[in-house]
């Protein structure tokens, strides 16, 4: 679907990045998490979207492109299964935009437990935050997350080989695995690996 976009917001985030609210009723109503849009010569996931207000919300870095359209959603969404309780999702930072638009859903879901791993070598467009969530099974000292997802209650935490504080020293796979060898019920869990 191309639709007409207006940008209703443009917010200077750190590491170079940009927030951006977009007006695109279309793409707005049918949007999920993982999916992207192609903007100019740029394809873009999403990080949220609201259906009734039918905007979505970008974050990236570079020039915005002069386009005034779009096309999207595009790509295969992530789908949480309601056969297992609990789940695992694991990103990279690139993916952070997929993460953030699947925790919001997933703020719409009770009876489901979700712990979000996230691996920070780059720039980081958020300052970390310490976690007030619990999280049996992963290291003492690993409590740095995303704010917003701390505003939420989700459960967040990030893996880094820069030393960052707070953060497991290693890699996401490696801090997954930690966590995973950790539970007592591993086949109850769901893992999605961006």
Known sequence: MRENIKIT?????PGGFTHLR???EGIAATAKPGQWIIWGQRTLLIMRSDRQAGWIELLFTGEIPTESDIEGPCGKPIILSDEHPRSLLVAHLTELPALIFFADRLRQRHNHTTLLLLQMDDQLPFKPAPCRIMIPGIPAGVIATLPLLAEWHIALRMASHQGLPGCFDGHVDELAAHWLNEQS?????TYIRL
């Open 9 to 13: 917001s443009q917010t200077p985030c």
């Open 22 to 24: 977009l007006t695109a």
């Open 185 to 189: 019920t591993p086949d109850e869990i």
